[in-house]
């Protein structure tokens, strides 16, 4: 099977995408891995995509989404990285390839993915769900369950698809949704992509739900998993292989939740020290913490959440500025100042 294996991030990510590319180089070498860039480099680090584990590199800005500044302004970075998840995996359908898989940059692949090929002989659409089996204790249940019913059932940290057939459906679908409707709005029944992929079993046939506990390994289900290492060096998950691990919230707030959850699985802790380290090789100090091109205005103020929200909710603002990020005379910038407040 022909694949493509794609992440979407920033150059603040970019240690971790290097991370999970390697890990896929490791395991899936005959994939294709593709970095989706909503970025600039900062100034003083040199990118050279020839140096770097993926093959291909595509740039946001080429992804013909109409208006692109004005639509790149509404969103954060979180929404954004996630919303141009849609446009990719719909474009990619006509690359010529038998199936594409996203992947959050976040991730590591541990052992063979060969058993996720072996689905797409047989489904259009994988998805993983947070969870795959039932909590039974309060705290697990309000942090884990309530969680999921709030943001979405399935972690769109991954997703897999055909590109023929339900597959191709569904990313012209997710494309569309996507690009009107990938918010951090909660109150509006949205959670950036995860809330939309509830609807995917009720609208799409040929679907696949991974069940399987070695999938998708992260802090919100570890509540119900247990990781051994085996005599042969072998890593499972509830007695099965571990295959990849979503390493989210790396720092205190994923050690606070990972500590939780794992208590003495000790394995638990070994994963992550080990993923801190290859992070840590593959970080490159001329790449500011947090960096973000579009996270500031053209003179260097950053743009409030609010001024993104205000934009996006008026179209007569959209119309009036089509570049926001300008600073200067007649720029959105300066209507804030004189009249948004």
Known sequence: MNVLCYSSFTFSYLNRARVLFQTLRQHRPDWELAALITDRPPEGFVFDPATEPFDRLVWASDLNIP???????????????????????????????????????????????????????????????????????????????????????????????RTTGEGARFARWWNDRLLDYCYDDMPNGMFVDQRWCDHVPALFDKVKIIRDPGYNVASWNLSTRTVTVEKDGRITVNGAPLRFWHFTKLGPLGDTMTRRYAGRNFPVYE???????????????????????????????????????????????????PNPFASGRGSFQEWLEHEGA
């Open 271 to 321: 994963i992550w020290s080990w993923y801190k380290r290859q992070v840590s090789a593959a970080t490159d100090p001329a790449i500011p913490e947090r960096w973000w091109a579009f996270g500031a205005y053209e003179d260097g103020r950053p743009i409030a959440k609010r001024e993104r929200v205000l934009y996006r909710e008026r179209i007569d603002l959209q119309q009036a500025f």
């Open 67 to 161: 208006d692109f500044d004005s639509w790149l302004f509404k969103h954060d970075v979180v929404e954004v990285c996630t919303a141009v998840k849609g446009p990719f995996l719909h474009q990619a359908c006509g690359w010529g390839f038998d199936a594409v898989i996203y992947m959050d940059p976040d991730t590591a692949a541990l052992a063979s993915l060969e058993p996720l090929e072996a689905w797409l002989e047989n489904h259009d659409i994988l998805l993983t769900p947070h969870l795959v089996d039932a909590n039974t204790d309060d705290v697990a249940i309000r942090d884990n369950d309530l969680s999921a019913s709030r943001t979405g059932i399935f972690n769109l940290g991954f997703v897999a698809i």
